[in-house]
Antibody, heavy 119, light 107 residues
Framework: EVQLVQSGTEVKKPGESLKISCKTS????????IGWVRQLPGKGLEWMGI????????SYSPSFEGQVTISVDRSIGTAYLQWNSLRASDTAKYYC????????????WGQGTVVVVSS | EIVMTQSPGTLSVSPGERATLSCRAS??????VAWYQQRPGQAPRPLIY???TRATGIPARFSGSGSGTDFTLTISSLQSEDFAVYYC?????????FGQGTKLEIK
């Protein structure tokens, strides 16, 4: 069974760093793209970026380029989303997701990680 | 970047009736359009991909259609569990984009 299990709720202060995770299981991690989507409170879905674990080929949406870093640890089948300096505007729910390949859409989603940034 | 615009923002429909949700792309796009359902507090659930193909386990009352710039999700006979927010999604070229969502509520 394919599973994407995300790390738990985070409460941080502005300026702090953060790395949230997406632990996968039930399939060959190297062969499927992993993406991250942001959902601001009460708002819609926004693509942040996507990574191909086998070679770490990564693309970021223009709004998120330079704001976050997406990475993977192939040895444990886990993807990460990282901030170096959080802002209050980063308060949101973040989803990881799996995409089978170019030309395919998302087939599995993680349960989401809530990030609260407040002084 | 392709902008996907959904209409209406909120749709009020009675159970058992048909719901038609629209999504318009900012330019002519391929058939790489998907639809997702999101219930409160839950992750989005894949419904439709490649404009009209139902995802695994999705009931036949959900159907997708469209081409060019205009795409539609139709729910033929609304069940109580269908009242949720629906998003269209373009996934041909990066950056992929979502529509802003249509909230389907009980009339």
């Amino acid at each position: 069974e394919v599973q994407l299990v995300q790390s738990g709720t985070e409460v941080k202060k502005p300026g702090e760093s953060l790395k949230i995770s997406c632990k996968t299981s039930g399939y060959n991690f190297d062969m499927f793209w992993i993406g991250w989507v942001r959902q601001l409170p009460g708002k819609g879905l926004e693509w942040m970026g996507i990574i191909y674990p086998e070679d770490s080929d990564t693309s970021y949406s223009p709004s998120f380029e330079g704001q976050v870093t997406i990475s993977v640890d192939r040895s444990i089948g886990t993807a990460y989303l990282q901030w170096n300096s959080l802002r209050a505007s980063d308060t949101a729910k973040y989803y990881c997701l799996r995409r089978p390949g170019k030309g395919s859409t998302v087939d599995y989603w993680g349960q989401g990680t809530v990030v609260v940034v407040s002084s | 970047e392709i902008v996907m615009t959904q209409s209406p923002g909120t749709l009020s429909v009675s159970p058992g009736e048909r719901a038609t949700l629209s999504c318009r792309a900012s330019e002519t796009i391929s058939s790489k359009v998907a639809w997702y359902q999101q219930r409160p507090g839950q992750a989005p659930r894949p419904l439709i991909y490649n404009t009209s193909t139902r995802a695994t386990g999705i009931p036949a009352r959900f159907s997708g259609s469209g081409s060019g710039t205009d795409f539609t999700l139709t729910i033929s006979s609304l069940q109580s569990e269908d009242f949720a927010v629906y998003y269209c999604h373009y996934y041909k070229t990066w950056p992929y984009t979502f529509g802003q969502g249509t909230k389907l509520e009980i009339k």
